[in-house]
């Protein structure tokens, strides 16, 4: 797996495209994105085994007349003719580890001038299953169309309002040190604070940015939370907050290596108090 431009730089530039021009990816672009998107001995902090996930590109034309009109994407995407699918086997962490991995090729289209958008909601999920030969012990966490993306139309913009689609949280409310009762400065962590504002700039459901980390005081420990989701619209986005928290480990995880930030992540719940309400998740330990 390779990226050709600075991975800080393409997480600045991706955004969400929900309109596409109907002319299809073809030449140098489509052999790459074929190559990248086998994945070929990729892993993910959160341990996977490469034949447990596979993605490929599924085309409208795969689908006949009336299977078109069930894609379910209800009027939120225009103009797409491919599609990026994935499986991966049910696990404990299937969802993070779908995460991380669909990031990987978001983030690879955005590097080859191609739009994207993360549907964890709206689309027919067992069609799609079906058109992959989704397996017994598959699933189907999420798609996104990817195309030439062209002006934003004027329902895209309501959308981009309706879920702020520009906004992120401030630092003091994702990012602290030692526990959540003490928000984390921007300005002291060096290199870090490149890490951390790339996870902040992260995409995730209804732009909702679940993640919590705690800095260990006076050490390189980064500790990976989620939020609790409180309410009928919390338990609705519950599963897909694994799904952001995945996304997020992948922006930190591909900065360090950007950055020659040296590392190993860990599962191992550091039990700091204040913490049980939230979804430990996955710890990065400086070395």
Same mark, same amino acid.
């Given at each position: 797996?390779?990226?050709?431009?600075?991975?800080?730089? =393409?997480?600045?530039?991706?955004?969400?495209?929900?309109?596409?021009?109907?002319?299809?990816?073809?030449?140098? !672009?489509?052999?790459?994105?074929?190559?990248?998107?086998?994945?070929?001995? %990729?892993? =993910?902090?959160?341990?996977?085994?490469?034949?447990?996930?596979?993605?490929?590109?599924?085309?409208?034309?795969?689908? /006949?007349?009336?299977?078109?009109?069930?894609?379910?994407?209800?009027?939120?995407?225009?103009?797409?003719?491919?599609?990026?699918?994935?499986?991966?086997?049910?696990?404990?962490?299937?969802?993070? /580890?779908?995460?991380?991995?669909?990031?990987?090729?978001?983030?690879?289209?955005?590097?080859?001038?191609?739009? =994207?958008?993360?549907?964890?909601?709206?689309? /027919?999920?067992?069609?799609?299953?079906?058109?992959?030969?989704? =397996?017994?012990?598959?699933?189907?966490?999420?798609?996104?169309?990817?195309?030439?993306?062209?002006?934003?139309?004027?329902?895209?913009?309501? %959308?981009?309002?309706?879920?702020?689609?520009?906004?992120?949280?401030?630092?003091?409310?994702?990012?602290?040190?030692?526990?959540?009762?003490?928000?984390?400065?921007?300005?002291?962590?060096? !290199?870090?604070? %490149?890490?951390?504002?790339?996870?902040?700039?992260?995409?995730?459901?209804?732009?909702?940015?679940?993640?919590?980390?705690?800095?260990?005081?006076?050490?390189?420990?980064?500790?990976?939370?989620?939020?609790?989701? !409180?309410?009928?619209?919390?338990?609705?986005? !519950?599963?897909?907050?694994?799904?952001?928290?995945?996304?997020?480990?992948?922006?930190?995880?591909?900065?360090?290596?950007?950055?020659?930030? %040296?590392?190993?992540?860990?599962?191992? /719940?550091?039990?700091?108090?204040?913490?049980?309400?939230?979804?430990?998740?996955?710890?990065?330990?400086?070395?």
């Amino acid at each position: 797996m390779t990226f050709s431009k600075s991975i800080i730089q =393409t997480i600045k530039e991706r955004t969400s495209w929900r309109t596409y021009s109907p002319e299809p990816i073809q030449g140098l !672009k489509r052999k790459v994105l074929e190559r990248f998107i086998k994945l070929n001995d %990729i892993s =993910t902090p959160f341990g996977i085994n490469p034949a447990d996930y596979r993605f490929r590109f599924l085309s409208i034309p795969e689908f /006949n007349p009336n299977e078109r009109k069930k894609i379910g994407t209800y009027g939120m995407i225009q103009g797409a003719q491919e599609f990026i699918v994935g499986a991966i086997k049910s696990s404990d962490l299937d969802q993070e /580890n779908y995460g991380y991995l669909m990031e990987l090729i978001i983030l690879k289209a955005t590097e080859l001038e191609l739009g =994207t958008c993360w549907l964890g909601g709206f689309f /027919n999920r067992s069609l799609f299953g079906e058109k992959i030969n989704c =397996t017994a012990d598959e699933i189907v966490p999420a798609i996104s169309p990817i195309g030439y993306p062209i002006s934003r139309r004027a329902k895209e913009k309501l %959308i981009r309002i309706i879920a702020r689609a520009k906004k992120r949280k401030p630092w003091e409310k994702m990012f602290f040190e030692a526990g959540f009762e003490n928000p984390l400065l921007e300005n002291d962590l060096g !290199k870090y604070n %490149i890490l951390l504002e790339m996870v902040r700039l992260g995409p995730s459901a209804s732009n909702r940015q679940p993640w919590r980390i705690i800095k260990e005081k006076n050490e390189d420990i980064f500790h990976f939370y989620i939020a609790p989701q !409180k309410g009928r619209i919390g338990e609705i986005y !519950k599963t897909l907050t694994r799904l952001d928290i995945g996304i997020a480990v992948c922006h930190f995880d591909l900065c360090t290596k950007e950055l020659n930030l %040296i590392g190993n992540w860990e599962i191992k /719940n550091p039990e700091i108090n204040g913490t049980e309400e939230y979804s430990y998740t996955i710890s990065w330990f400086g070395k």
